[in-house]
């Protein structure tokens, strides 16, 4: 069975880190590329990051950029976002998810973690 | 910025059926960018309903469909249930590498 499993979140001043880890079992972590994906509260889906399956390709959205970084570590079977400089309109659930980009299969996200609480806040 | 846009909500009668789109701010959306939609209840985390267009995921009941309608990729709930209700979201992938979700859609059922 597949499980992503989100952990690492917590409340932080603006302008400080923290880094987010998913532990992922039930399949072959190194096959495919993953995702994190966030929520605002009371508010939609914003897609954050992603990583190759080797780690040797990222890619973030734009007002990330420079401020998070996306890792994974295939013999921990882990995926990681460390966050950097944050800002209060970082605040949201982060989830990890399975992107099946070049996976033989299609673009997109076909299993979730329950997701980690981030509040940035003074 | 690359802005995907959803209708904010619909309601929906029991039985009846919903059309929910998910345009792109400049352009058409197209299969090239294999349109997908995911539904999320609250405190729930997302949980995904089709892919590539027009293809349901494992166990999503055949009263969901998706399809491009015109210039918007478009999804379709026939026969509505009282447990179809949720937020809807679409997600484009983009040929930079990068995604973009809608901005959702929140149907209710009643």
């Known amino acids: 069975e597949v499980q992503l499993v989100e952990s690492g979140g917590i409340l932080v001043q603006p302008g400080g880190s923290l880094r987010l880890s998913c532990a992922a079992s039930?399949?072959?972590?190194?096959?495919?590329?993953m995702s994190w994906v966030r929520q605002a509260p009371g508010k939609g889906l914003e897609w954050v990051a992603n990583?190759?399956?080797?780690?040797?390709?990222?890619h973030y959205m734009d007002s990330v950029k420079g401020r998070f970084t996306i890792s994974r570590d295939n013999v921990k079977n882990s995926l990681f976002l460390q966050m950097n400089s944050l800002r209060v309109e970082d605040t949201a659930v982060y989830y990890c998810a399975r992107d099946l980009r070049d996976a033989g299969s299609y673009p997109y996200f076909d299993y979730w973690g329950q997701g980690t609480q981030v509040t940035v806040s003074s | 910025q690359t802005v995907v846009t959803q209708e904010p909500s619909f309601s929906v009668s029991p039985g009846g059926t919903v059309t929910l789109t998910c345009g792109l701010s400049?352009?058409?959306?197209?299969?090239?960018?294999?349109p997908s939609w995911y539904r999320q209840t609250p405190g729930q985390a997302p949980r995904t309903l089709i892919y590539?267009?027009?293809i349901r995921s494992s166990g999503v009941p055949g009263r969901f469909s998706g399809y491009i309608l015109g210039n918007r990729a478009a999804l379709t709930i026939t026969g509505a249930q009282a447990d179809d209700e949720s937020d809807y979201y679409c997600l484009l992938y983009m040929t930079s590498g990068i995604y973009v979700f809608g901005t959702g859609t929140t149907v209710t059922v009643l």
């Open positions: 039930g399949f072959t972590f190194n096959r495919y590329w």
């Open positions: 400049s352009g058409s959306v197209s299969t090239s960018y294999y």
């Open positions: 590539n267009t027009n």
């Open positions: 990583i190759k399956r080797d780690g040797s390709e990222q």
